[in-house]
């Protein structure tokens, strides 16, 4: 898909631009950050190459194993001595050359995991039988996430098994209901953790405590307010001189609104606003039901995750830590993404 090319390869350009000076200071070169993306984006080529060669019904019989390990990896994570923890979160399996983190494998396995729970209980008995499965799985992969805590890829999740129930049609009662009683879930999360409150509610007034919890915030739209319409010019960012943390990662749109104005971030966000609709138009035409749920749970993974980046930065949702699908640095995220986005290009191909 040229879509997911180009987010690619604007990623790419990007990231050295937004690491490049960090990258220095830290590592004693420049290219740091940019030679392990091209590592990365290499790998994550080969695995979606992979995955639009194969048959997408090819990964429906080891969903359910491949969901059993991604529970056991996101166990592993929070014991002592498995889990790596960096930021005061607990979220990458590994060693200091290479990292994995099983919150990334979790989108995956849980999509493929719902499409064919979905799919074979399809009809039998009522909603309560069917959704069952899938509502136990997500609730043990909300528990273990949020332990690390990973807030954002909690709501992640979350989108991706609302868009299958709503795909696999789940009356819109029963998952109104289900929404509420998430919505709850979180808000009482929420509000379990001070810190955790005060970063969820610091986007709404983030120049009170511009030092503190609303500092990224404030950063954030600072770089933006830079960018004006047409940009400063790519190597220009004032926010890629570390005022910005993680500007690579998961503020890495506020680097493109820097750099490239109010255009380069339209630019952006039209081209995940064509990945939604070509994602729903290929779920519409899918051949097979399992086929059209895949292509719903990785189209509601995709753009979803994307709209709660966008959103944290220019300061409409909490900042939640989720980087930019194919565009932010990373690695476990950019190949996992790019795999997903392969399997729903072999849907389309036999659309």
């Given at each position: 898909?040229s879509?997911i090319?180009?987010?690619?390869l604007m990623g790419?350009?990007?990231?050295?631009?937004?690491?490049s000076?960090?990258?220095?200071s830290?590592?004693?070169?420049?290219?740091?950050?940019?030679?392990r993306?091209?590592?990365?984006l290499?790998?994550?080529?080969?695995?979606?190459?992979?995955?639009v060669?194969?048959?997408?019904?090819?990964?429906r019989?080891?969903?359910r194993?491949a969901?059993?390990?991604?529970?056991?990896?996101?166990?592993?994570?929070?014991?002592p001595?498995?889990?790596?923890?960096?930021?005061?979160?607990?979220r990458?399996?590994?060693?200091?050359?290479?990292?994995?983190?099983?919150?990334?494998?979790a989108?995956?396995?849980?999509?493929?995991?719902?499409?064919?729970?979905?799919?074979s209980r399809?009809?039998k008995?009522g909603?309560?039988?069917?959704?069952?499965?899938v509502?136990?799985?997500l609730?043990?992969?909300?528990a273990?996430?949020?332990?690390?805590?990973?807030?954002?890829?909690?709501?992640?999740?979350v989108?991706?098994?609302?868009a299958?129930?709503?795909?696999a049609?789940?009356?819109a009662?029963?998952?109104?209901?289900l929404?509420?009683?998430?919505?709850?879930g979180?808000?009482?999360m929420?509000?379990?953790?001070?810190?955790?409150?005060?970063?969820?509610?610091?986007?709404?007034?983030?120049?009170r405590?511009?030092?503190?919890?609303?500092?990224?915030?404030?950063?954030?739209l600072?770089?933006?307010?830079?960018?004006?319409?047409?940009?400063?010019?790519?190597?220009?960012?004032?926010?890629?001189?570390?005022?910005l943390?993680n500007?690579?990662?998961?503020f890495?749109?506020?680097?493109?609104?820097?750099?490239?104005?109010?255009?380069?971030g339209?630019?952006?966000?039209?081209?995940?606003?064509?990945?939604?609709?070509?994602g729903?138009?290929?779920?519409?035409?899918a051949?097979?039901?399992f086929?059209?749920l895949?292509?719903?749970g990785i189209?509601?993974?995709?753009v979803?995750?994307a709209?709660?980046?966008?959103?944290?930065v220019?300061?409409?949702?909490?900042v939640t830590g989720?980087?930019?699908?194919f565009?932010?640095?990373?690695?476990?995220s950019?190949?996992?993404?790019?795999f997903?986005?392969?399997?729903?290009a072999?849907?389309?191909k036999?659309?």
């Amino acid at each position: 898909m040229s879509l997911i090319a180009i987010l690619c390869l604007m990623g790419v350009v990007m990231v050295l631009s937004a690491s490049s000076i960090v990258s220095l200071s830290s590592y004693g070169t420049p290219w740091h950050f940019f030679i392990r993306q091209w590592l990365w984006l290499l790998v994550g080529s080969i695995g979606f190459y992979a995955a639009v060669r194969v048959d997408h019904t090819a990964w429906r019989r080891p969903s359910r194993l491949a969901m059993y390990a991604t529970i056991a990896m996101l166990f592993l994570v929070l014991v002592p001595g498995f889990g790596m923890r960096a930021y005061g979160a607990s979220r990458w399996l590994g060693t200091s050359t290479l990292q994995v983190q099983p919150s990334e494998i979790a989108k995956l396995a849980l999509v493929l995991f719902a499409a064919d729970v979905l799919d074979s209980r399809s009809g039998k008995k009522g909603w309560g039988y069917q959704a069952a499965p899938v509502l136990v799985v997500l609730l043990l992969l909300v528990a273990l996430v949020m332990a690390q805590p990973d807030m954002g890829t909690t709501i992640v999740l979350v989108i991706i098994a609302g868009a299958m129930l709503f795909t696999a049609g789940m009356p819109a009662r029963s998952l109104a209901s289900l929404g509420g009683v998430g919505f709850l879930g979180a808000y009482i999360m929420a509000k379990a953790a001070p810190y955790r409150w005060r970063r969820m509610t610091a986007f709404l007034h983030p120049f009170r405590d511009a030092k503190n919890t609303g500092y990224q915030s404030v950063q954030a739209l600072l770089a933006l307010s830079h960018g004006h319409v047409l940009g400063s010019g790519l190597g220009s960012s004032i926010a890629s001189y570390g005022y910005l943390p993680n500007a690579q990662t998961d503020f890495i749109f506020a680097v493109i609104g820097e750099e490239t104005g109010l255009v380069g971030g339209f630019f952006i966000s039209a081209l995940f606003l064509t990945l939604t609709l070509v994602g729903v138009r290929v779920a519409c035409r899918a051949p097979s039901r399992f086929a059209a749920l895949t292509a719903a749970g990785i189209t509601g993974w995709l753009v979803g995750q994307a709209v709660i980046n966008i959103g944290a930065v220019v300061g409409l949702l909490p900042v939640t830590g989720v980087p930019l699908p194919f565009v932010s640095f990373g690695g476990s995220s950019l190949v996992i993404a790019m795999f997903g986005a392969g399997i729903l290009a072999n849907i389309a191909k036999q659309s």
